[in-house]
């Protein structure tokens, strides 16, 4: 067991807690004195409630004392994006408009973490609405990246990143719609999993497009985010498009070596105009798994910039539909950048939505065909580590634009595509700034990139790698 | 396929009930003008009897074992 025991994996303490190494007590004291270390600089957590969590904790010691245990979480605390209903709490989504929304049914996703014994800690911060992809806020400030907290988090799970990287809380829940699990996970050096449309049911998490959402969570590592997809993924009533298709043994998968799998990296597009630290890290990541048995192959994609495109007019559509209502009612309530980019869905005509809507299913056919023959992609999450938060603040920066356009570039098209992505730490920069990498499957296959992820993090220890307090 | 002007914009936000001024549309107009540009070599190439529900086809047809 670690000297402190909230620097354990979350499959580790789960295991600790329900062998009574350790108690959800002192799990739950130790993330609280990391909150109370870490939250002034980090502005991670959107809601801090520590005598909640530990009477939780108390009544879950109590349980397992008398032999009853809910499940494989039990005793576990956990904190996740302010943007899943938990009935009879407040649910932001980093708003003013719902800064007093209180809901009356908890999502299925956490529910289900419910239901395996997990305990809330909080919740944590958000972009508003999950519409921006560096972590300002400008109702509840911006999320600070704890390896630099001159730099962003990136969005929008920005308050799910940044605490799990401090080692705040074991595991949180995200959602990815344009990028915002997976340029969390690069920019923090945490384990990200953008799950495949459909796999995990949306019931009861804030809709940004109802095409593009996807539910998944961010971890220390790629076993942390198979524990967590296997009690979450599967069919729901309460959600028709959350797939019928079996679960997987996602822990399973992740004790599968690379021997014998095929990895592709693109010629183009993906590699194209990378930071220089960003390529090395790629060589380097590259050459870790040819070493533990992978063999790297190059794949010519079709013309990713026009899946950008298609991805852009669906978000940007659907999020002003659903906005709508608001924008007339209450536009004062919005901050400025997320209201400008609602406003942009108002001038697509429903002709071009739909086409782009129509061109879906051809587009995952052409994909899929270039990249036949291999077991997964291998690509940058972004072609840069994290920029900083003033660069990128587009209230005050000229050069903001160009920064935000460049970091959504590389995740953007694997949404329009609806696949499973895992973005895993695989490096840093000469000033001490995580890089990941994505690694990119077929649709329904997240095993397959939990068992890449998990093998080249027993070969590497950049997920184990924990920022200092200042 | 040709972005929408400012003065297209304009008048689609007034449609939509949710009206911009000028400035607002010539800002829109600035900023999902490359989205267009870049879905221009697929707009009106579409064969006549594909329906979105394909992708969920695709999807689920290319699952592995």
């Given at each position: 067991m670690s000297a402190e025991p909230a620097l354990m994996s979350l499959v580790a303490v789960a295991k600790a807690i329900a062998t009574r190494e350790v108690s959800s007590r002192e799990v739950t004291r130790a993330c609280l004195h990391r909150i109370a270390e870490w939250q002034p600089r980090l502005n991670a957590f959107m809601a801090i409630e520590a005598e909640a969590a530990l009477a939780a904790a108390d009544a879950a010691d109590t349980a397992l004392a008398g032999g009853n245990s809910r499940g494989p979480l039990h005793g576990v605390p956990l904190a996740h994006k302010d943007m899943y209903y938990d009935a009879g709490h407040v649910v932001t989504c980093g708003s003013l408009i719902r800064r007093d929304f209180v809901a009356t049914t908890t999502s299925t996703a956490l529910q289900r973490l419910k239901d395996a014994g997990t305990i809330r800690l909080g919740s944590l911060q958000m972009v508003e609405f999950a519409?921006?992809?560096?972590?300002?806020?400008?109702?509840y400030g911006a999320v600070r990246n704890p390896w630099n907290v001159d730099h962003i988090t990136g969005g929008s799970s920005s308050g799910s990143g940044s605490a799990v990287a401090a080692r705040l809380t074991f595991a949180a829940l995200g959602s990815d719609t344009g990028g915002s699990i997976r340029m969390p996970a690069h920019f923090c050096g945490v384990t990200g999993l953008k799950t495949t449309v459909g796999r995990v049911s949306r019931a009861g998490a804030m809709p940004l497009s109802q095409s593009l959402d996807t539910v998944g969570p961010l971890a220390q590592s790629a076993e942390d985010c198979a524990l967590l997809l296997g009690l979450m993924a599967g069919a729901d009533p309460e959600d028709p498009?959350?797939?019928?298709l079996p679960v997987p043994d996602y822990m399973a998968a992740t004790?599968?070596?690379?021997?014998?799998l095929k990895i592709g990296v693109p010629t183009a597009f993906y590699v194209d105009d990378l930071d220089s630290e960003v390529a090395r890290v790629l060589d380097e990541t590259m050459a870790t798994l040819k070493k533990e048995g992978a063999e790297i192959v190059k794949v010519e994609l079709p013309d990713q910039r026009q899946l950008t495109a298609a991805c852009q007019l669906v978000l940007a559509t659907e999020a002003a539909a659903l906005h709508k209502r608001w924008m007339i009612?209450?536009?004062?309530?919005?901050g400025a950048q997320v209201l400008m980019r609602l406003q942009n869905g108002l001038a697509i005509p429903a002709v071009t939505y739909l086409e782009a809507m129509r061109w879906r299913g051809p587009a995952l056919a052409a994909f899929l065909a270039a990249v036949a023959g291999t077991d997964a992609m291998l690509v940058p999450v972004a072609p840069i580590p994290a920029a900083t938060i003033a660069e990128s603040d587009v209230g005050n920066s000229l050069n903001a634009e160009a920064v935000i356009q460049r970091i959504t570039r590389f995740t953007r098209p694997i949404n329009y595509l609806g696949l499973p992505a895992l973005s895993i730490p695989c490096g840093f920069t000469k000033n001490g700034l995580p890089v990941g990498l994505q690694l990119v499957g077929r649709s329904f296959d997240e095993a397959m990139l939990l068992r890449i992820g998990a093998a080249f993090q027993r070969a590497t220890d950049y997920h184990q790698r924990v920022p200092k307090a200042a | 396929m040709t972005k929408p002007s400012p003065k297209e914009i304009k008048a689609m936000t007034d449609v939509a009930g949710v009206p911009a001024t000028p400035e607002v549309a010539e800002r829109i107009a600035n900023s999902i003008g490359p989205a267009f540009e870049g879905f221009a070599p697929v707009a009106g190439t579409l064969p006549f009897d594909l329906e979105p529900a394909s992708f969920l086809l695709v999807q689920t047809a290319k699952v592995s074992t």
């Open positions: 519409y921006g992809p560096t972590g300002h806020n400008v109702h498009t959350a797939s019928t004790r599968g070596s690379l021997k014998g009612e209450r536009p004062q309530d919005y | -």
